[in-house]
């Protein structure tokens, strides 16, 4: 079993910046990528951006150039820096993991944290 905790949504005006944090906790972590997604009301969850152990990342065409992910492997922790926040990056954000463990492979989600881009 694994739990993943973020952090760091909020408030903030058109142009900001946000600063999001993924921490997971387990016994046994393999864990081949952490990432994160979110979900606007109404619309379906969408990929945001994704990074595999070996540092690999993948961005949704709609942040590229504008949010960063990044991990640190040794805390199991990503994190993920947003920059010139837009009002259309208002959502739920929610962390995820793909895991390898004694049982096999998994996926798993943090509870979600909002973000808010207010123009």
């Known amino acids: 079993q694994v739990q993943l905790v973020e952090s760091g949504g909020g408030l903030v005006q058109a142009g900001g910046s946000l600063r999001l944090s993924c921490a997971a906790s387990?016994?046994?972590?393999?864990?081949?990528?952490m990432g994160w997604y979110r979900q606007a009301p109404g619309k379906q969850r969408e990929l945001v951006a994704v990074?595999?152990?070996?540092?690999?990342?993948n961005y949704a065409d709609s942040v590229k150039g504008r949010f960063t992910i990044s991990s640190d492997n040794a805390k199991n922790t990503v994190y993920l820096q947003m920059n010139s926040l837009k009002p259309e990056d208002t959502s739920v954000y929610f962390c995820?993991?793909?895991?390898?463990?004694?049982?096999?492979?998994?996926?798993?989600w943090g509870q979600g944290t909002q973000v808010t881009v207010s123009s």
């Open positions: 387990g016994n046994n972590l393999s864990i081949i990528s």
């Open positions: 990074i595999s152990r070996g540092g690999i990342m």
């Open positions: 995820n993991a793909d895991v390898n463990s004694l049982t096999g492979r998994s996926n798993y």
